[in-house]
């Protein structure tokens, strides 16, 4: 969790963000856009990376894709049967863990830029939305400034240039810009879950809360 404390002082009104979004996907650079901007150091944003990397979900997740490449018969070369799905869950999971690492740690250190979520938090749903889909392109620089956001483009580039070692029916131009659009607009999802997943989560304690009183009413009367 992008704790707010790691990054200013602790505020008796600020909302923590939970270390899980829906209690299972890793919400490890998120943080509050209302609170005062301070940069984080090069360690911090390798260790966002690391966690988002070896996390239990990303096996998961890995196993899942796997699956799913497996009954489309993606890169035909794997085969079959368990050999050829070992091979697609191991790419798989390459493909995530080296995306994680250059697009939350190596490359937003080398240029200084900031890789965390800001949420947004208030205003419209629709100003919200664009909001997080904006943070894929724009990016917030060590220094506060805003940029282009290289390090969820140039990092997932990279990943995608890295994966073609063992993709080996999938290494045409068109495939590469394939898997570079789909990755990020996986990320585009991802701020989507981030900005919104409080507000989901209240809903639902409302309606707990209201479920109790409900029952307890009825248990009284």
């Known amino acids: 969790m992008e704790n707010p404390a790691s990054s200013s002082a602790p505020n008796s009104n600020t909302p923590l963000q939970d270390k899980r979004v829906f ?6 650079r998120t943080t509050e856009g209302s609170l005062p901007f301070a940069p984080i150091t090069a360690k911090r944003k390798m260790t966002i990376a690391f966690k988002d990397s070896f996390d239990w979900p990303v096996y998961i997740t890995s196993g899942l894709f796997a699956s799913l490449y497996q ?15 070992a091979k697609r869950y191991a790419s798989s999971y390459g493909d995530q863990m080296i995306g994680n690492m250059m697009t939350e740690g190596i490359v937003p250190s080398l240029l200084h830029q900031d890789p965390r979520y800001f949420r947004i938090g208030e205003g419209t749903k629709k100003s919200r939305l664009a909001g997080a889909l904006k943070q894929i392109f724009v990016v917030r620089t060590d220094s506060g400034g805003r940029t282009f956001n290289f390090p969820e483009w140039g990092g997932n580039a990279a990943a995608v240039a890295v994966s073609n070692a063992w993709y080996p029916d999938t290494r045409t131009a068109s495939d590469n810009a394939q898997k570079l659009l789909i990755q990020c607009a996986t990320d585009a999802f991802s701020n989507v879950l981030k900005e919104f997943w409080p507000d989901v989560k209240r809903h639902f304690e409302r309606k707990r809360e209201a479920t109790r009183e409900r029952e307890l009413r009825s248990v009284t009367n």
Do not use: T
Request: no cysteine; proline share 10%; glycine share 20%.
């Open 71 to 85: 009954l489309e018969n993606q890169n035909p070369s794997f085969g079959q049967g368990m050999s050829g799905y």
């Open 23 to 28: 209690g299972v996907l890793p919400n490890n």
